[in-house]
């Protein structure tokens, strides 16, 4: 079972080549291997008349303050994260408001959001083009922003000295606080919030509570399949994920996989979902490491599948030595000025300006 269960999970987070193209994709950043967090267009119809309505923003600023209520719309707002477990691409988290009245009506019977993984890439990528497209129901009453955490950002913070460590469930919790502030900042009049759970719900909970202690929050396992504005949050999440994973690929990762193949003739992208027990994202890993670099800024490289393959004793990466610093022998700016038979004594100050002239000198 464990074995046929993983194969599918494995097919349903693989992307497909040529779905919609979010504008929550940020290819400068994503080349560069820097996060970034992308807000959309908040409906006018959300905001308090003597609100101005806001831009859409791509920035990697945040809010700090707790969020203060406000007089616009009442609305609820979902939470959910995708590419949590590969060793390639991003991860990805994203929020999903819209009026409280509408949650139900609007997206779970007319347009039927649900967890984005039980959805085919066509009809996430449908839902996610009528969500950004002028005009629609979804467009008019709904907003959603998203929060793309880097492999390279979330490999040095994991990577960091022992007692420094900023682990993978620190960095998940941080990028959705400062969503949700972002979104407080925009104006949103947010009262309830749903959240798709890291670990133990009742913890994550109360340490949401505290930041936020203006709003109803619920943090539950399987909230994604629960609540409406997870699932919306989840599409979100993944098509953006997926997306930005095509646009790593066109640009770095159709290099040669193990056997000396390369892109798969069907137009999928060849490392495949990116999981390390995914066979093509492992070969491609294999068949792709440079001897001193590794990868790119596609690659986790805290997680093992990448630090077995560098440590390997065959076909791994060129082992360096770094000297080791002799912290008993300390050396001054001036030990490369004093020459070697002026006096241990000397003044090291004159010696660095030059010594000043008594009259004797004349």
Known sequence: MGDTAMTEDIALEAPVSG???PPSVNQTALLRGDSYTHYSLVPPSLLA??????STTTTTASTTDTPAPNAGT?????VDEAGRGPVLG??????FYLPLPLSDPLL???HHFDDSKVLTPAVR???????CTPATDLYDSCGWAVSALSARDIGAGMLRPLGATYNLNAQAMDA???LIRGVYAQGVNVREIYVDTIGQPAVYQKKLERVFPTAKITVAKKADSLYPCVSAASVCAKVTRDAALETLWKARGKGVAEGGEGAEGDGAMGWGSGYPSDQRCSSWLKGNMHPVFGWGPECRFSWGTAK????ATKGGAVKVDWPVEDEGDSHLVTDFFVSKDQEKDADELGSWFGTPAGLEAF
């Open 19 to 21: 779905v919609f193209t």
């Open 49 to 54: 008349p003597s609100q101005a309505t806001p």
């Open 74 to 78: 009442p609305c609820a707002l979902g």
């Open 90 to 95: 991003p991860m990805v988290y994203g929020v």
């Open 108 to 110: 779970r019977e007319t």
């Open 125 to 131: 990528s449908s839902l996610m083009e009528a969500l």
């Open 176 to 178: 959705t606080v400062e």
């Open 308 to 311: 077995d393959l560098m440590e």
